[in-house]
């Protein structure tokens, strides 16, 4: 497959990226808060907000992690349920897909 050079390359590249964003995340929240309660309020609407985006970080690093260990196996690309080939098209959508189109719809 010659798109999985490219592939793995924007992998990597999101990674850098969501890793960089997630510590800063974690050192947002690690700020002490403010002592007007007013602005406490705030602070905390704004952490909850930071938290979810924190989440979404970590699990979408979990699966180019995922996505980047099949690679290296030598496995990826193939679909987790029915082991048919992932199509491209599906892999530079959503690189770290483990689903053919097909299985994915029918576990929707």
Same mark, same amino acid.
Request: aromatic share 2%; net charge negative; charged share 35%.
């Given at each position: 497959?010659?798109?999985?050079?490219?592939?793995?390359?924007?992998?990597?590249?999101?990674?850098?990226?969501?890793?960089?964003?997630?510590?800063?995340?974690?050192? #947002?929240? @690690?700020?002490? &808060?403010?002592?007007?309660?007013?602005?406490?309020?705030?602070?905390?609407?704004?952490? !909850?907000? %930071?938290?979810?985006?924190?989440?979404?970080?970590?699990?979408?690093?979990?699966?180019?992690?995922?996505?980047?260990?099949?690679? #290296?196996? @030598?496995n990826? &690309?193939?679909?987790s349920?029915?082991?048919?080939?992932i199509?491209?098209?599906?892999? !530079?959508? %959503?690189?770290?897909?483990?689903?053919?189109?097909?299985?994915?719809?029918?576990?929707?």
């Open positions: 497959m010659p798109e999985l050079k490219n592939i793995k390359l924007n992998l990597e590249k999101r990674l850098a990226e969501l890793s960089e964003r997630a510590g800063d995340i974690d050192e #947002e929240l @690690g700020q002490r &808060g403010d002592d007007d309660w007013a602005e406490n309020a705030k602070e905390a609407e704004d952490d !909850e907000v %930071l938290e979810k985006m924190g989440g979404l970080a970590v699990t979408e690093i979990r699966q180019i992690n995922a996505a980047l260990t099949k690679i #290296e196996k @030598g990826y &690309g193939t679909c349920d029915c082991q048919q080939t199509a491209v098209k599906r892999l !530079e959508a %959503l690189p770290y897909a483990t689903l053919c189109i097909s299985c994915s719809k029918e576990n929707s």
